[in-house]
């Protein structure tokens, strides 16, 4: 039933980017009907859900209208492990073309699959990301997410090669060849992380590259990891570039779930394809729009493991303002922390992104920094690492104190946490080319 309904909605009446301009009271019919379609498929070939819907006293018949989505269960990430490799999938494997997992770093990891069908809709969804950041024909792109079983790498090539773009599959690592391959081949845009960008940005400058003067980049799509407003205009202001948020997890579809526009005023979520929702973590009970909470997701065409009212634990709003670029998919704010995120240092609730803010506030050019949390004496202990640049150490020396304490301050003024700051000498903070390791907890350690 859900391929019928794919085939007869996917592209019939609205190709590719038009979508996003697809009139609301069709969009919202598109919805309805692929969720009772993804209601029923999960009802009759996924054990899990169909427990958890009986025990509610549901079926799937009851799915009427979009607020009815409320009546299904929850699913997490546990569940994905619990079930670990196969046990939410809908179709058997013979139907199953792409395997795709997490690395399993904090526990089994997390595999997902796509039918054939899927995988199509993966690459409209990335060209229609790409579309909204600019991108297009013409472009000579470098892709700098990971290949492999991570989605980040294939999923943007496939939807990067679908729109005619030239692509550069560098994958992470070998920072001073990713430079020079984006000087001789006349890289236009890239694809990575926030945080490695910012490293490219440091490794250019140390091969005497300038962004802006020698090479031909001109905007970069950036994902894969919380990131801030500081985050980006310290991106932009250095490399030239326009930076674009985009939104995506692997247990949904990997990117491809949200984009930014031209417009930078939130990301418009894909939403014939995924149906979102906003609860109180606390509870679970919806908030209304503008008001922060959790992201809900419920795949709506997503045949090979289909998910249902999805918990991402990134904390994010609706926008109730239209966009000024006339797409009539709703946007989400952009994601600069999760729930899972937050750590209790002294009772008090921190997220990394706050020190992000704090420090991009008080000083522009200090992106790389490292939280460490210890316990002295039973009492819990904050120290934030801060790397100064060569020019700082060498021009700046008897201004480091009072640079300490600007930082302490700043930090103290948006957690309520007085703070140990340390500079360090550049390059001493790890990069990755990856996400970022911003917390280091050793609170536990020796016990």
Known sequence: MIRNLWNDLNGTFFPESALD??????????????????????????????????????????VRRLEDVRLLPFTSKLDLRDTYPYGLFAVPMSEVVRLHA?????????V????????????????????????????????????????????????????????????????????????????????????????????????GVDFKRDLKVRRGVFGAEPWTEQMRQYIEITSGIKAYDIYGLSEIVGPGVASECLCQSGLH????HFLIEIV??????????????????????????PLIRYRTRDLTAIETRPCACGRTLRRIRRISRRSDDMFIIRGVNVYPSQIETALLKTEANLPHYQIVLTRRSGLDQMEVRVEVTGEMLRDRLSEMEDLQQRLAHSIEQITGLHTEVTLVQPGTIPRSEGKAQRLLDKRNEGK
């Open 280 to 305: 109180d973590p606390a509870n679970l009970a919806p908030v209304p729009d503008g008001v922060e909470g959790e992201l809900v997701i419920t795949t709506l065409s997503k045949q090979a493991i």
């Open 21 to 62: 301009y697809m009139p609301v009271d069709r969009l919202r019919e598109v919805q309805l009907q692929r969720l009772k379609a993804v209601t029923a498929l999960v009802y009759d070939h996924v054990p899990l859900i169909r427990e958890r819907m009986t025990a509610k006293g549901v079926q799937a018949a009851d």
């Open 102 to 110: 997490s690395s399993g770093t904090t526990g089994k990891p997390i």
């Open 112 to 207: 997902v699959g796509y039918t054939t069908e899927d995988m199509e809709v993966w690459r409209q969804v990335i060209m229609r990301t790409l579309y909204a950041a600019g991108y297009g024909r013409g472009d000579v792109v470098q892709n700098m997410f990971g290949y492999g079983l991570f989605t980040g790498g294939l999923g943007l090539h496939g939807g990067l090669e679908a729109m005619g773009a030239t692509v550069i599959p560098m994958s992470g690592g070998h920072s001073e060849r990713q430079i020079l391959v984006m000087k001789d081949f006349g890289v236009t845009a890239v694809c990575c992380t926030p945080s490695y960008f910012v490293h490219l940005l440091e490794v250019a400058g140390r091969l």
């Open 269 to 272: 979520v894909f939403e014939d």
